[in-house]
């Protein structure tokens, strides 16, 4: 069965680092959605992206931030400078199509900023 | 305040009652998505209830999307320890195309 896959499965990095997360989406989808979860919290939405633009964007999805798409089936994050409280773990999603945006997800990445 | 408001937060039941855990909001929603997730591991899709009304059964899980679209709820029948979990809904506001999810329910089935 299809599923989403990211890489790492875990990073931990320094404050102040740049790090990259890295997802393969299903092949056949066309959006593709990037979620952080902190240690407790609930799922936020970050950002989604649809023919290789930022479609919508949260708050919290600030200029240390940025996705790509640099093939075709490549889909990253980009956090620039890394904080503290970026620590948490960062979800990938796809969907076929936005109408019920029936988002499928990958296993995560846990980034640890220290 | 929340947008999507789960009750209750936690619950804990022994193998073999019914339980229903429910999804509240002020807003009205296209589409309602419920996942469960594992510790450490990603949401994984349940169901997608897109109309006001609607129904759904997945063998013992029933879903439901109330009439005005605000709000949902899911039952199990019969639990079983395996079901035990965090069960997230998630909702697409109308002209939207991303999810919100709600607080979540941690369910544990003793067994």
């Known amino acids: 069965e299809p599923e989403v896959t990211q890489t790492p499965s875990h990073q931990v990095t320094q404050m102040g680092q740049e790090v990259i997360l890295r997802c393969v989406p299903i092949s056949n989808h066309l959006y593709f959605y990037w979620y952080r979860q902190i240690l407790g919290q609930k799922v936020e939405f970050l950002v989604s992206f649809y023919n290789n633009e930022i479609s919508e964007k949260s708050e919290i999805f600030d200029d240390q931030f940025s996705v790509e798409r640099p093939d075709g089936s490549n889909f990253t994050l980009k956090i620039r400078s890394t904080k503290l409280e970026d620590s948490a773990m960062y979800f990938c999603?796809?969907?076929?199509?936005?109408?019920?945006?029936?988002?499928?997800f990958g296993q995560g990445t846990r980034l640890t900023v220290v | 305040t929340q947008l999507l408001e789960q009750s209750p937060q936690f619950l804990s039941i022994q193998e073999g009652e019914n339980l229903t855990v429910y999804c509240n909001s002020s807003?009205?929603?296209?589409?309602l998505q419920w996942y469960r997730q594992e510790p450490g591991e990603g949401p994984v899709l349940l169901v997608t209830v897109v109309t006001g009304g609607e129904v759904k059964k997945l063998k013992r899980l029933t879903f439901q999307f109330g009439d005005a679209r605000k709000d949902s709820s899911l039952h199990i029948t019969a639990a079983q320890p395996g079901d035990t979990g965090l069960y997230l809904c998630?909702?697409?506001?109308?002209?939207?195309?991303?999810?919100?999810f709600g607080t979540g329910t941690r369910l544990t089935v003793i067994p």
């Open positions: 999603a796809s969907s076929e199509w936005s109408r019920y945006t029936e988002a499928f």
């Open positions: 998630a909702g697409v506001r109308t002209g939207a195309n991303n999810l919100f």
């Open positions: 807003s009205v929603f296209s589409s």
